[in-house]
T-cell receptor, first 115, second 112 residues
Framework: DAGVIQSPRHEVTEMGQEVTLRCKPISGHDYLFWYRQTMMRGLELLIY????????DSGMPEDRFSAKMPNASFSTLKIQPSEPRDSAVYFC?????????????FGDGTRLSIL | SQQGEEDPQALSIQEGENATMNCSYKTSINNLQWYRQNSGRGLVHLIL?????REKHSGRLRVTLDTSKKSSSLLITASRAADTASYFC????????????FGKGTRLSVIA
């Protein structure tokens, strides 16, 4: 079975540019999570969806960040405009039905560097 | 903060030795989960223990939960170089239908 697929794996861009990160969850999973990982702050939950509907976006740091899930097999996290402090590894994870507290399956992340 | 806190932050042992990592949390939980993260990769789920359980095993892994002390431990027996990774605990608070809250992890190095 394919796991959670994220693209791109690495992104280097200049400050002010728009960045779009993509995620394909495991088929049949109805929860999708976006995280950001840094050395200083650890793993932070940004937003999560249930059945394509955003449930909690309180972790989204600023209005520059937005996330969408147009269908059950695709989600995007967009940063516009990007800033150097957004540099981090961004992970997408999905989990199965029942509740949001089930084991999560992570993609291998997108390493984002904003110059 | 509601997140679990792992202890120690880093641990270095010889191959064949046992490794013990601890996790403490502050509020009542529904369940607690342990994850492993290899360098440059995503987190991988290892084991889930529910609040009414005290101990679970999976291969060389043993997890205990003490809800009275609000703590959990992960024991890896007969460690191998391939166990080198960061280990995270993640807690689900008592309301149940809330997402995981991850700690900052323990970095384990197993030296061959």
């Amino acid at each position: 079975d394919a796991g959670v697929i994220q693209s791109p794996r690495h992104e280097v861009t200049e400050m002010g540019q728009e960045v779009t990160l993509r995620c394909k969850p495991i088929s049949g999973h109805d929860y999708l999570f976006w995280y950001r990982q840094t050395m200083m702050r650890g793993l932070e939950l940004l937003i999560y969806f249930n059945n394509n509907v955003p449930i909690d976006d309180s972790g989204m740091p600023e209005d520059r960040f937005s996330a969408k899930m147009p269908n059950a097999s695709f989600s995007t996290l967009k940063i516009q405009p990007s800033e150097p402090r957004d540099s981090a590894v961004y992970f997408c994870a999905s989990s199965g039905t029942g509740s949001s507290n089930q084991p999560q399956h992570f993609g291998d992340g997108t390493r984002l560097s904003i110059l | 903060s509601q997140q679990g806190e792992e202890d120690p932050q880093a641990l270095s042992i010889q191959e064949g030795e046992n490794a013990t990592m601890n996790c403490s949390y502050k509020t009542s939980i529904n369940n607690l989960q342990w994850y492993r993260q290899n360098s440059g990769r995503g987190l991988v789920h290892l084991i889930l223990i529910r609040s009414n359980e005290r101990e679970k095993h999976s291969g060389r892994l043993r997890v205990t939960l003490d809800t009275s002390k609000k703590s959990s431990s992960l024991l890896i027996t007969a460690s191998r170089a391939a166990d080198t990774a960061s280990y995270f605990c993640a807690t689900v608070f008592n309301s149940g239908n809330t997402p995981l809250v991850f700690g900052k992890g323990t970095r384990l190095s197993v030296i061959a």
